[in-house]
């Protein structure tokens, strides 16, 4: 399919529970206490006749504009798996048998009018109300599916995100018509790294040279309009001409799936402000941490977000570890020239993290305003991506690991940051794709009796909340064990894939092996 019928068919416009009067009305009205289960709807009928059904229907005195929606659409509460767990099962036992509740395959919608975009190949889901896979989510997945012996499905999922960086020339936040504006952390080369080492195929990971070039470039591409003198797109241009990367959605209007809280948060708003404050927001989304004190100018209020200012330390990690990657690739397929290209730009971005993001007096990594040029000082568990991708001096990864037993460490692992601000990626907050961030990384470095600390309080944790209460969450307060973790704009959801891939992982010793 030629691109521009690929844009076409998947435009928003032309989805109506995702824009237009129907979809202004449903999700400003409230209908739904979860934003996203409307864009999640499929019309029962053709949307059109739908849409005509609606204009007719709503002069009627009597009409119900939720009984309209029920009677119109299939909610996604209708397309959830529900499995007969055993009841005297262990957490073991109970994250093996999730696999089969979170697996989703290509029949899993059909209709073409859902927002979901198909995919050819098996995958596993998060789980709650993310009904759809999730980009950077699926890395920690998959070390659970690696250590369940499920390498079929890992190198499905993987198949997927090349089928998707096909289609959109990116990975989108997950596979959503209304997340195509932007994507997530790209942890796909960390993916294949990951399954390469279960592979018996000598230099496999060249098929995938292609599309994990394609990812590059949309990290890196030039926009013709810049956006300021130093900013283009997704990446931003230093003082001294050298490049470092920020999180970007293109789009400046509220998220479909968090419509009402978007609008809610900033109806006292210029129409203007407006804008810049939802590309922000939509921004941060991007970031994986929706939303963290680590985006906010006063270090606490969401209206005063401002990431398309900051360069992120774990974004440029990630994407230092995909130009060692390209690197290494090349030079498996024999291109030297390219491989030494790749090489360059690793070395360069590595020597850039180090000084930009390094803070000598605080010895600790932190995120970087390249506006104001200065440091973001919010201490948080993104300072361990350097050690999680091999990019710290040794020197430099002790220090940081006095910092974080000083500031994240607690009874339950690391919190997210050290600012309580009500928001889910803050205190007293953790999450299991930072709790693994944390342990690697200080294994890499031979830090071995903090990243014990780290795993030994992070499972008793996850042990006693499954002991309690029969399931895992996406994330878990670590300051008080007795307490269920908050925050955000939905509640907390159980599932859950990428804390079931940790938890199998550390039962595992994964963390000693990789």
């Known amino acids: 399919m030629p691109t521009g019928d690929r844009e076409m068919k998947y435009d928003k416009k032309n989805y109506i529970q995702l824009h237009g009067d129907l979809f202004q009305e449903v999700q400003g009205k409230g209908v739904f206490q979860d934003s996203k289960t409307f864009v999640d709807s499929i019309p029962k009928n053709n949307p059109e006749i739908v849409l005509?059904?609606?204009?007719?229907?709503?002069?009627?005195?009597?009409?119900?504009?939720?009984e309209f929606v029920l009677d119109n659409f299939i909610l996604p509460e209708e397309k959830q798996v529900e499995l007969n767990l055993p009841k005297n099962r262990s957490m073991s036992e109970h994250l093996q048998l999730l696999w089969e509740y979170l697996k989703r395959g290509p029949s899993s919608e059909t209709s073409g009018y859902s927002s979901l975009i198909p995919l050819k190949h098996e995958y596993i889901i998060p789980g709650g109300r993310f009904r759809e896979v999730y980009y950077w989510d699926s890395y920690f997945t998959m070390l659970g599916?690696?250590?369940?012996?499920?390498?079929?499905?890992?190198e499905n999922m993987i198949n997927n995100f090349a089928f998707l960086i096909e289609q959109f020339g990116f990975i989108p936040n997950g596979n959503r018509v209304y997340y195509l504006t932007r994507s997530q952390p790209p942890f796909y080369s960390l993916m294949?790294?990951?399954?390469?080492?279960?592979?018996?195929?000598?230099?496999?990971?060249?098929?995938?040279?292609?599309?994990?070039?394609?990812?590059?470039?949309?990290?890196?591409?030039?926009?013709?309009?810049k956006l300021s003198e130093n900013r283009v797109d997704k990446h931003v241009v230093l003082i001294k001409g050298n490049k470092l990367n920020r999180h970007y959605d293109s789009d400046n209007i509220p998220r479909e799936e968090s419509y009402s809280e978007d609008v809610l948060t900033y109806s006292g708003a210029s129409e203007?402000?407006?804008?810049?404050?939802?590309?922000?927001?939509?921004?941060a989304a991007e970031t994986g941490w929706d939303f963290s004190s680590r985006w906010f100018s006063d270090f606490k209020t969401l209206s005063t977000v401002y990431v398309e200012?900051?360069?992120?330390?774990?974004?440029?990690?990630?994407?230092?570890?995909l130009e060692e990657t390209l690197s290494e690739i090349y030079s498996l397929s024999g291109n030297e020239i390219k491989s030494a290209e790749y090489r360059n730009l690793y070395n360069t971005r590595r020597s850039l993290i180090n000084e930009i993001f390094w803070n000598i007096?605080?010895?600790?990594?932190?995120?970087y305003n390249f506006v104001s040029n200065e440091h973001i000082k919010v201490y948080s568990a993104a300072a361990l991506y350097p050690l999680f991708l091999n990019i710290a001096e040794k020197e430099i990864a002790e220090k940081v690991s006095r910092n974080v037993e000083k500031y994240l460490?607690?009874?339950?692992?690391?919190?997210?940051?050290?600012?309580n601000t009500g928001q889910q990626w803050d205190s007293p907050n953790g999450w299991p794709p930072l709790q693994w961030v944390a342990i690697k990384g200080l294994r890499n470095y031979g830090l071995h009796e903090l990243a014990d600390k780290i795993k030994t309080r992070w499972h008793k944790l996850n042990e006693r909340v499954f002991m309690e209460t029969g399931k895992m969450f996406e994330k878990y307060n670590v300051e008080n064990p007795n307490i269920h973790s908050g925050g955000g704009e939905y509640p907390l959801q159980d599932g859950f894939g990428w804390t079931n891939g940790v938890a199998l992982a550390l039962l595992r010793d994964l963390d000693h092996t990789l």
């Open 409 to 419: 460490l607690r009874d339950g692992g690391i919190v997210t940051s050290t600012n």
């Open 52 to 66: 005509e059904k609606f204009f007719f229907e709503r002069r009627k005195a009597s009409f119900n504009l939720k």
């Open 272 to 283: 203007e402000l407006k804008k810049t404050i939802y590309q922000n927001i939509r921004s």
């Open 309 to 321: 200012e900051i360069a992120q330390i774990d974004l440029n990690c990630l994407l230092c570890h």
């Open 361 to 367: 007096e605080e010895e600790f990594y932190f995120d």
């Open 145 to 154: 599916l690696v250590t369940s012996g499920e390498i079929g499905m890992v």
């Open 192 to 225: 294949l790294k990951l399954l390469s080492k279960y592979k018996k195929e000598k230099n496999w990971i060249t098929n995938y040279l292609t599309v994990l070039e394609k990812e590059y470039s949309y990290w890196m591409q030039h926009s013709e309009n």
